[in-house]
């Protein structure tokens, strides 16, 4: 069982990582794999919208210059994820959101009927705006959000004021054992052959009447 663990903030260990890292070890202690990969601290373009990667039904998006098709590519070998982004003006940082965009559009599918958890981080305000924005791509795509007692967020705006958040820290301690927790269900009923529902064919409307 392995899950990956996307780190949307420019900061390679700043405080996305912190709260990302407290879940791995979590997941860890209960024998899961895990792989914290950062996005990156250079430019993200935004999805072009040019359908490239649908028509190509590769599950890679035709922009090569940065880590999405990487990131789609380790999705596809992993069992769950964790998505993070620091709260930048009370929403995703602006490259995550490019980020996530290219890599759902493009290799959602890869994803999708699997467990996913979101978290974000903050120095104070935005964050459950952030935190909905976040929960608004594995709702999309067929997958079943982790749990949690509270609200998945930290506060800090330094790694060291993080770990000083210690509901925040429990709070990815918890997200870490129930991933744990709904992958071994997942195992069992998939070794019982229960497995997710054919889907129908899609239907798209752009009206509603
Ligand atoms: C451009 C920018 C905008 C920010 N906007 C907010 C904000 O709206 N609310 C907030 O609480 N913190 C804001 N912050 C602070 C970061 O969210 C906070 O320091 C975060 O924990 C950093 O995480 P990181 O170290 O993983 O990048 C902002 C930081 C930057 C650089």
């Known amino acids: 069982m392995k899950v990956l663990l996307l780190n949307g903030s420019p900061h390679e260990r700043g405080c996305t990582y912190t ?3 407290e879940a791995a ?9 895990t792989e914290i990969f950062h996005i990156g601290a250079g430019a993200v373009r935004g999805c072009a919208g040019c359908g490239a990667c649908r028509r190509a039904g590769e ?18 070998q992993a069992d769950g994820y964790f998505f993070g982004a620091p709260v930048h003006y009370a929403s ?3 490259a995550a959101s490019a980020f996530l965009d290219r ?3 493009a290799g959602g599918s890869v994803m999708a009927y699997k467990p996913a958890a979101v978290v974000v981080s903050a120095r104070r305000a935005g ?3 952030a935190y909905d924005q976040l929960n608004k791509y594995i709702g999309i795509n067929n997958m079943l959000a982790v749990p949690c007692h509270y609200w998945n967020m930290v506060h800090g705006k330094t790694p060291e004021e993080v770990v000083q958040d210690e509901e925040g820290m429990q709070c990815m301690r918890a997200l870490g054992r129930n991933m744990a927790w709904m992958l ?15 889907p129908e064919p899609r239907i798209h409307t752009n009206f509603i009447r």
């Not at 070890?25 to 794999?33: F, K, Q, S, T």
């Not at 071994?184 to 054919?198: N, Q």
């Open 92 to 94: 995703i940082a602006g």
């Open 59 to 76: 599950n890679r998006c035709i922009f090569v210059d940065d880590r999405v098709n990487e990131a789609i590519a380790k999705a596809e």
């Open 127 to 129: 964050t459950t705006a």
């Open 103 to 105: 890599m759902f559009y």
């Open 184 to 198: 071994s269900m997942l195992k069992v009923s998939r070794e019982h052959g229960v497995l997710p529902p054919a």
């Open 19 to 21: 709260a990302l890292r």
């Open 25 to 33: 070890d979590a997941l860890e202690r209960e024998g899961v794999e």
